[in-house]
């Protein structure tokens, strides 16, 4: 087959992937309508009533460019977590700053470690970036960072990426690992460390912000606990020369008012942000409890969903997703073994997880036959 000869060789020759297909994608496809939304790891608790109000507020200003410096949130964030404005760069949610991260560090053959089975998105942009990924497998459902540091010293890459809690599975580090990571990075490596359940996990799983620190950058987002996927915010903190390297090719624009004003907002309610934390604490547990009464193992987490053990294949577990979705459930599940024996269900309402435990025991029996 003859390529287009308008595209690089480098996307000529990729496959077409989507790291995630999305919910109104499969809507469209099924036929089916979703009421339970525990499948992408939003929160369905919610935005803060004074994000939504901010955002409501600046919809009328839509018509201004947004402020390509993010000035105010940026200075908000640094003050929040006490780093400077200069060790912060916003971008359009964590996967859009993997991107632009990917496109400064991996030109076509450049290695890039992370783990077999980790969060998908990385992966696409290093594919699309033409770099060389080598994996590492989970260990015990979690992420193995002795494995990955042997891995980082064998092949030198660019690029180390854990999750950490994790991704698709929930599992954790506590910061003494992760630092033993850090400590281990060679010369010409950076450690990517994403951080997007940092604010449903217990703080003991991460290491003091160091922005003296050249060897690691760490990502946050508003997507998950403060409940503004939609919107498209997330953050990398690093050493300023790192972040400063953003500037020379990131979407200036790309970062709007909206979910700029929406993010200041949520970060100035952490009256809310505590709340949520309970609910999503809550949530896991009624979850777990779920599992347990099906006789099915809920494995231990520390984000706003729970990675259920079926202990059967990945067949079986792409069945059950099925089921659910026909029951108007909306799951998702980790995408290689042995790690898609799990079920991956989000955090949810009452209504919610009523309906997920109403729903089980039927998709169960359905999805045996
Ligand atoms: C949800 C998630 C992201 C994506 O966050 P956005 O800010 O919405 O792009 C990134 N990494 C991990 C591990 C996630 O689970």
């Known amino acids: 087959m003859s390529h287009d000869p308008r595209l690089t060789p480098l996307i000529a020759a990729l496959p077409a992937t989507v790291p995630f297909v999305g919910i109104e994608t499969l809507e469209r496809q099924t036929g089916v309508t979703i009421k339970a939304r525990i499948g992408a790891n939003e929160s369905g608790f919610g935005p803060s009533p004074r994000a939504i109000e901010a955002m409501s507020r600046t919809a009328a200003e839509a018509w201004k460019y947004p402020d390509a410096e993010c000035f105010h949130l940026r200075h908000e964030l640094a003050q929040h977590h006490g780093v400077g404005a200069e060790n912060i760069v916003i971008g359009a949610g964590i996967d859009g700053l993997l991107g632009t991260l990917v496109r400064l560090t991996v030109?076509?053959?450049?290695?890039?470690?992370?783990?077999?089975?980790?969060?998908?998105?990385?992966?696409?942009?290093?594919?699309?970036?033409?770099?060389?990924?080598?994996?590492?497998?989970?260990?015990?459902?979690?992420?193995?960072?002795?494995?990955?540091?042997?891995?980082?010293?064998?092949?030198?890459?660019?690029?180390?990426?854990?999750?950490?809690?994790?991704?698709?599975?929930?599992?954790?580090?506590?910061?003494?690992?992760?630092?033993?990571?850090?400590?281990?990075?060679?010369?010409?490596?950076?450690?990517?460390?994403?951080?997007?359940?940092?604010?449903?996990?217990?703080?003991?799983?991460?290491?003091?912000?160091?922005?003296?620190?050249?060897?690691?950058?760490?990502?946050?987002?508003?997507?998950?606990?403060?409940?503004?996927?939609?919107?498209?915010?997330?953050?990398?903190?690093?050493?300023?020369?790192?972040?400063a390297q953003f500037s020379k090719i990131r979407d200036h624009f790309g970062v709007s008012i909206i979910g700029q004003e929406g993010a200041r907002a949520a970060l100035a309610d952490q009256d809310w942000l505590h709340k949520v934390r309970a609910q999503i604490a809550g949530s896991r547990d009624r979850i777990a409890e779920i599992a347990a009464e099906n006789g099915l193992s809920p494995l231990p987490s520390q984000t706003n969903f729970v990675a259920i053990d079926l202990?059967?294949?990945?067949?079986?577990?792409?069945?059950?997703?099925?089921?659910?979705?026909?029951?108007?459930?909306?799951?998702?599940?980790?995408?290689?073994?042995?790690?898609?024996?799990?079920?991956?269900?989000?955090?949810?309402?009452?209504?919610?997880?009523?309906?997920?435990?109403?729903?089980?025991?039927?998709?169960?029996?359905?999805?045996?036959?």
């Not at 459902?141 to 030198?156: C, F, K, S, T, W």
């Not at 160091?210 to 997507?223: A, N």
């Not at 029951?327 to 998702?332: L, M, N």
């Open 311 to 369: 202990g059967r294949d990945g067949d079986f577990t792409r069945a059950m997703v099925r089921e659910l979705h026909m029951a108007r459930i909306f799951v998702r599940m980790p995408g290689v073994a042995p790690l898609d024996r799990c079920l991956r269900v989000s955090c949810g309402t009452e209504a919610d997880m009523d309906l997920f435990a109403q729903e089980l025991p039927g998709a169960l029996q359905r999805a045996q036959t």
């Open 107 to 243: 030109a076509p053959g450049y290695k890039v470690v992370t783990s077999k089975g980790a969060y998908p998105t990385f992966s696409y942009h290093v594919a699309g970036s033409g770099g060389e990924l080598v994996t590492v497998p989970y260990r015990d459902d979690h992420e193995d960072p002795e494995g990955l540091i042997a891995q980082m010293h064998a092949v030198r890459p660019k690029l180390v990426y854990i999750s950490n809690p994790d991704n698709p599975m929930g599992s954790w580090h506590d910061a003494s690992a992760i630092q033993r990571m850090i400590e281990a990075i060679p010369e010409g490596t950076l450690l990517v460390l994403d951080e997007a359940y940092f604010e449903c996990a217990d703080p003991s799983l991460f290491p003091p912000l160091d922005t003296s620190d050249k060897r690691v950058i760490r990502m946050r987002t508003f997507s998950k606990a403060y409940g503004l996927a939609g919107a498209r915010i997330g953050y990398a903190i690093g050493d300023a020369e790192m972040i």
